[in-house]
């Protein structure tokens, strides 16, 4: 059988440090970053032509991909942007890879309201959907109204999926589990504010985290997910870890639930950090804190639970 066309901009061997925010993982096998959804289904129908495996990232402000890399083709979104707000109904659809601090600006100049929680997350539309991204008290889940998708496994027709049916709760959706592949998200948002207004609040919510958390140094955010009704922060922050390292890899003196990369990090030295971290909780507390971070690639497996 013929070979399928190669799709324009398809890379080879590509550094995904330089795709995520920790600043740590190996090379893509192959590597494509697309600004159109017909780029997306070109890319999507050579890897299944050619029986690979397929990821889909975002940002990379919630990934830990391994020293190792990835095999087949890492699809990256951050370039599919776009938006088209509607400042009389509040409805916007934006493109995944439309990075959500830029729709929660432009929302606020429209004087729309309901994304001013979001500005200080530094991921893409797609992978704020996927994880049901949340902060100062809201979550993509508030003002989702439905998404539009494709699945690779089952061919190229894009199909429109409603929030009800995403299965959202804290920091979870049933994206996690299903390889859907996500192009775009419709909000409704509340329309007739005052953008300046809006736009206080917004600004706002994004002072109040740069000056608590350690936005200046490479990180993933949140390692982990609060055990409700405790925060993994004070209970990481109870035991002394504050500065706690392997290698580059630091618990920050900041905040309690950032690993930062000091410089020269591996992702094996984060994931090992994420292990003490975990074994020490547990110990002395008898919790386990599971990740919110998403791993991609091969570990020596030695977080207690992904
Ligand atoms: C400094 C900092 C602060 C942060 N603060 C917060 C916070 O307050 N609240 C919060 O919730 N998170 C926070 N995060 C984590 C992160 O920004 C969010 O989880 C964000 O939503 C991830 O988006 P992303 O585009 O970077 O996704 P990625 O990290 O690239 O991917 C995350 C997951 O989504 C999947 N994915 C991404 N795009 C798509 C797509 N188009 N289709 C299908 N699957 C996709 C990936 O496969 C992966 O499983 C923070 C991170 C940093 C670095």
Redo the contacts with the bound molecule.
């Keep these: 059988m013929a070979g399928a066309a190669v799709p324009l901009g398809l890379r080879r061997a590509i550094a995904l440090a330089d795709f995520t ?1 920790w600043k740590v993982g190996g090379p893509a096998q192959w590597f494509g970053e697309p600004d159109s959804v017909e780029q997306v289904m070109a890319l999507i129908q050579w890897a299944s032509h050619e029986g690979l495996e397929l ?9 830990l991909v391994s020293d190792a890399g990835l095999e087949g083709l890492t699809l990256c ?2 370039r599919l942007q776009g938006a088209v707000l509607d400042g009389t109904s509040g409805l916007v659809e934006a493109q ?2 439309e990075p ?1 601090p830029t729709l929660a600006r432009r929302a606020a100049r429209a004087g729309l309201s309901g994304l001013e929680w979001s500005v ?5 539309v ?3 959907v ?2 049901n ?3 100062q008290g809201g979550c993509v889940a508030d003002s989702l109204v439905s998404v539009t998708v494709v699945d690779p496994a089952r061919g190229t027709e894009p199909f429109m999926v409603e929030a009800a049916d995403l299965a959202f709760a804290y ?1 979870h959706s049933r ?2 589990q299903e390889p ?4 775009s998200a419709r909000f409704q948002l509340e329309p007739g504010h005052d953008p300046a207004r809006v736009g206080e609040r917004t600004s706002a919510n994004l002072h109040s ?1 740069t000056s608590t ?1 350690p ?1 200046q140094q490479p ?4 390692v982990f997910r609060n055990p409700e009704p405790r925060k993994a922060g004070q209970l990481i922050e109870a035991l002394g870890l504050k500065g706690l390292s392997i290698g580059g890899a630091q618990v920050s003196p900041l905040h309690a639930n950032f690993i930062v990369n000091t410089g020269g990090a591996t992702a094996a030295q984060i994931d090992q950090l994420i292990a003490e971290v975990q074994r020490r909780v547990v110990a002395a507390h008898g919790i386990v804190l599971h990740p ?1 971070v ?1 791993r991609l690639g091969r570990f020596e497996g030695l977080a207690l639970a992904a």
């Design positions: 925010t990821r889909v990232i975002g940002a990379g402000s919630n990934l979104q951050r995944a890879g959500i200080g997350i530094p991921g893409t797609g992978g704020a996927v994880m991204a949340g902060a920091r994206l996690q859907l592949v996500v192009l985290r958390q936005y990180s993933c955010g949140s919110e998403k």
